[in-house]
């Protein structure tokens, strides 16, 4: 998808963080670009900014997508109210935090209906129009633990290998309609994920992330434009850094030296977790 002036975006997750830069990075191409998220004040302050910025429409869905019901209207009103749907965004997701073996099943149900079954929803309501256009880019934003075990992490982790799968085999199915399916995989990355994640550990089951510390990682604006070149060049899979694609090829050549170190990673976990507990 050589141009992008005048294509037609969805981007879920809109409302802050990687979605939030990615709208605007589409914006800033000549997109018109669909805000989805829960926070009706932040997208709709978001599309306005965007509109006065770039000169494009820009629409704020509200939107929660743990409800499976909400997800075909989302896309219908895309294309009622822009007109077609080229780019679909499947950004939104939400972290999990807990041991495996005592994650609430409630918890983990709630964390693949975001970061699993909202994508592949959004997929299934906008391949008709991408088909019946003859063009369309999926972009599914999955993650490096995606591709390696991620120590109290294990529920986010198994999200997002469930999301890389899936986007695999799309992309083989959908290669004959001229849709791409683009992978990217973020590491650690600058926004409010880690506050917001779900705490799932016996006792603090109600408790959301707030014990979490900032995620101190590469800023959004760089995962935005990285995501728009794979949107043109539409890309298999993605990563954002040497580092990130450094740390995936050694788990994977040397799973015993990385499973000794996920042991480490897991014990420095555990104390801060205890620490900001403490304070
Ligand atoms: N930050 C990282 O280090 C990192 C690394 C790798 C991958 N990722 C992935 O990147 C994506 C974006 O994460 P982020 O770091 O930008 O996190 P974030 O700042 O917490 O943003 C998450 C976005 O998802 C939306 N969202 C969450 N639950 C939703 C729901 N039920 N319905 C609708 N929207 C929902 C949130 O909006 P509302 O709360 O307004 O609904 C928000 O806009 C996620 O898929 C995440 O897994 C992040």
């Given at each position: ?45 978001r ?62 149900r ?22 019946s ?30 999301l890389?799968?899936?986007s ?7 290669k ?22 779900r ?8 408790m ?16 935005a ?39 480490l ?5 555990r ?9």
């Amino acid at each position: 998808m050589r141009e992008l002036r005048g294509r037609v975006a969805l981007v879920t997750g809109a409302s802050r963080g990687i979605g939030a830069a990615i709208a605007e990075a589409l914006a800033a191409e000549g997109c018109h670009v669909a805000l989805a998220a829960r926070s009706q004040d932040a997208i709709e302050k978001r599309a306005k900014e965007i509109r006065q910025r770039y000169g494009v429409e820009a629409l704020a869905l509200p939107v929660d997508l743990g409800d499976a019901t909400q997800i075909g209207p989302l896309i219908e009103s895309v294309v009622t109210r822009l007109g077609r749907i080229d780019i679909l965004v499947n950004n939104a997701g939400a972290g999990i935090y807990g041991d495996v073996a005592s994650l609430r099943a409630a918890d983990l149900r709630a964390t693949f209906d975001v970061n699993f079954f909202a994508p592949v929803a959004a997929m299934a309501a906008a391949v008709p129009h991408m088909r019946s256009q003859g063009d369309g880019v999926i972009v599914n934003i999955g993650s490096i633990v995606g591709k390696m075990a991620q120590p109290l992490g294990g529920g986010y982790s198994a999200s997002k290998y469930a999301l890389h799968g899936a986007s695999g085999a799309a992309r083989a199915e959908l290669k004959s309609d001229n849709i791409a399916v683009v992978l990217i995989c973020p590491g650690l990355t600058d926004t409010e994920f880690a506050a917001h994640s779900r705490i799932s550990v016996p006792g603090l089951e109600d408790m959301q992330g707030e014990r979490h510390a900032p995620l101190r990682g590469v800023p959004t604006e760089r995962v935005a434009r990285r995501v728009v070149k794979a949107i043109r060049r539409r890309e298999r899979e993605v990563y954002i850094t040497l580092f990130d694609r450094l740390v995936v090829l050694g788990a994977q050549l040397f799973p015993g030296l990385f499973e000794w170190g996920l042991l480490l990673a897991t014990k420095i976990r555990r104390q801060r977790f205890a620490q900001s507990m403490q304070e």
